[in-house]
């Protein structure tokens, strides 16, 4: 994979393959880029397809800011396909994936030429499980044993081993500043009457102007109810029903089958290419 540097000096990870339109796929989660390269290969037969380690993610650089970590990935999303020169690019993915992706399209619509969404989060549980997942089990490991302690979670010790200059980045935080940066961050995921997808007020859904694929979520995490309100809210957007089963996502999902969910995304390829088919150049 290659190196970008962003604007503040973060080393970031990406990698290009196939030719066409590009599509910028981000994963969901803290994945790294190629989580999702089952599906990134089958787009490639029909675009140039991006896939990127974002901060604290894959091989990338972890990173601790006064900033959403979200709002972020978001800015440096943007930033990476105006780097590429390939721009606009049609930016996709699910849950985390998604949501980057709205909120990239919003801060720096410029950089994006539509949308590609399925598995929107949003809902008081999704909130509440997804804000406690991505940062209450690292403010008890910093309050338990600094971070030190931090740096031994299954989580960043697979970040260490993908990057090892990482230990050094993360032992360099003060315990209580990392603390105050996870509660931080957390704020963004607290449930919102007037935010149907997770960290986007409804109104902003209203102000995209862009081509928008919406497929259905299938879990309590990732709602169809979401999906819907979404496809109301965005001009135009285009609804449609998930590829896959419920069981076939809750298998994965939960554990109770092997295997991962992104096993399950080259089913979205045929839509995902169908409609950018029907998109003028």
Known sequence: MEKFITRDGCMLRYRLRGRGP?????????????????LADALA???????WDRRNAGAAQ??????????????????LIEHLGLGPAWL????????VSVLSALRRPETARGLLLWSASGGEYSCQFLGFSYHVPYIMAAERGGMEAVAETPFFADRIAANPANRER??????????????????SFYYRADAALTAV??????????PSL????????HPPTVSDVMARLIPGARAIASPWSNAQWLDRFTGRAGGSVFELYPLLVPALLGFLATQPD
Do not use: Y
Request: aromatic residues 6%; hydrophobic residues 45%.
């Open 22 to 38: 590009l599509i910028a796929l981000t994963p969901g989660g803290r994945e790294a880029g190629e989580a999702v390269a089952l």
């Open 45 to 51: 037969q029909a675009a140039t397809v991006l896939t």
């Open 62 to 79: 972890v990173w601790f800011g006064g900033e959403s970590e979200q709002e972020v990935w978001a800015d440096d999303l943007a930033e």
């Open 92 to 99: 996709a993915g699910g849950s985390a994936g998604c949501r």
């Open 170 to 187: 993360l032992l360099t935080q003060d315990p209580a500043e990392f603390c105050e940066t996870m509660k931080s961050w957390n704020r």
């Open 201 to 210: 007020p409804d109104a902003a859904l209203r102000t995209i102007a862009i």
């Open 214 to 221: 919406i497929v259905a979520g299938n879990d309590d995490v």
